[in-house]
């Protein structure tokens, strides 16, 4: 069993910036490899950025050099800080656990498929 919390979601205009932050009540926490994941509207749930438990990092292609992904697993908390922000990041944000052990390959890390446990979510959405 596993609990993930979000926070740091909220209103700002393009170009602002928030930090949001995850944390996991979840055995083995710095075994696993965790997720960002968003929803919008309408639309499927997509990948944003992974870390897994060796601190690699993998990034979506429309959040590269806009977002990062850092995790700390001395409080069981993930990341996901979020600068030059855009109309179209505008979405539900989720963060997700992956099973023990996360054996995931850089390529699986960024398929929901891969994970196991998720939070309920932080809205974050972004005026123009």
């Known amino acids: 069993q596993g609990q993930l919390v979000e926070s740091g979601g909220g209103s700002v205009q393009a170009g602002g910036s928030l930090r949001l932050s995850c944390r996991a009540s979840i055995s083995y926490y710095s075994e696993r490899c965790m997720g960002w994941f968003r929803q919008a509207p309408g639309k499927e749930r997509e990948a944003v950025a992974a870390?897994?438990?060796?601190?690699?990092?993998t990034y979506a292609d429309f959040v590269k050099g806009r977002f990062t992904i850092s995790r700390d697993n001395g409080k069981n908390a993930l990341y996901l800080q979020m600068n030059s922000l855009r109309p179209e990041d505008t979405a539900v944000y989720f963060c997700?656990?992956?099973?023990?052990?996360?054996?995931?390959?850089?390529?699986?890390?960024?398929?929901?498929?891969?994970?196991?446990?998720w939070g309920q979510g932080t809205q974050v959405t972004v005026s123009s």
């Open positions: 997700a656990a992956s099973r023990l052990p996360c054996t995931m390959a850089i390529a699986d890390l960024l398929s929901p498929l891969k994970y196991t446990y």
């Open positions: 870390i897994d438990s060796s601190a690699i990092t």
